[in-house]
């Protein structure tokens, strides 16, 4: 079946409008993850997804972040009033079981995000 | 807290050789999970190769293996026969699977790998 996919895979926006990507996991998994991996940086990780609900969003640089997830399927990760720093490569994973556990997860291409 | 450290930055190695990626991690807990990834240029992270911390053996997958040492906590990744099309960044990533955050995956920071012709 199909991997993760992810939209657009190339965003460019001028600072301060909002911008919205879109992960959409593997047929089937429950869990969702979102990461930023900024220029020359490893994975940071940002929210989970296990079924609609996300227990934690500890990981969300600031509250202008905000992810939602529909029908147990589809994330949207927003960014409202977008600064430079938020320039990244943001990842998305999908895993089959419950957020916890070894469960591998498996990533999408990735949205480039450049805010100018 | 957990911790994974890459601390070979960049690797180069001949076309059809072997080579070792090093990997070392910091856990208290028993029971966890050792990842490794390929970043090509394309950006999408390939999963590769999985070792939990109670498997006996090292984990294998084609031309991939894992130098799995517990007690030096090390889990390096060992690719024989290179290819060109491995020439990427190679991410060591660890999970608890029992502790608070174990939905989440702990990244090194990379060993980019460039196979020569």
């Known amino acids: 079946g199909a991997g993760v996919s992810q939209s657009p895979s190339n965003k460019v926006t001028e600072k301060g409008k909002d911008v919205e990507l879109r992960c959409d996991p593997i047929s089937g998994h429950t869990a969702l993850y979102w990461y930023r991996q900024s220029l020359g940086q490893g994975l940071e990780f940002l929210i989970y997804?296990?079924?609609?609900?996300?227990?934690?969003k500890s990981g969300l640089p600031s509250d202008r972040f905000s992810a939602e997830r529909t029908g147990g399927s589809v994330s949207t990760l927003t960014i409202q009033r977008t600064q430079q720093e938020d320039s990244a490569v943001y990842l998305c994973?999908?895993?089959?079981?419950?957020?916890?556990?070894?469960?591998?997860?498996?990533f999408g291409p990735g949205t480039r995000l450049l805010v100018l | 807290a957990q911790k994974i450290t890459q601390t070979q930055p960049g690797m180069f190695v001949q076309e059809k050789e072997a080579v070792t990626l090093d990997c070392t991690y910091d856990t208290s807990d028993q029971s966890y999970g050792l990842f490794w990834y390929k970043q090509p240029s394309s950006g999408e992270m390939i999963f590769l190769i999985y070792?939990?911390?109670?498997?006996?053996q090292n984990a294998t997958e084609g031309r991939y293996s894992l130098n799995f040492q517990k007690a030096r906590k090390s889990a390096n990744l060992v690719i024989s026969a290179s290819q060109l099309g491995d020439s990427a960044m190679y991410f060591c990533?660890?999970?608890?699977?029992?502790?608070?955050?174990?939905?989440?995956?702990?990244f090194g920071s990379g060993t980019r790998l460039l196979v020569r012709p």
């Open positions: 997804f296990q079924g609609n609900s996300a227990p934690d």
């Open positions: 994973a999908s895993s089959f079981g419950p957020a916890g556990g070894v469960e591998t997860q498996y």
């Open positions: 070792q939990g911390s109670y498997d006996e």
């Open positions: 990533a660890m999970r608890d699977p029992w502790g608070d955050s174990s939905y989440k995956l702990i």
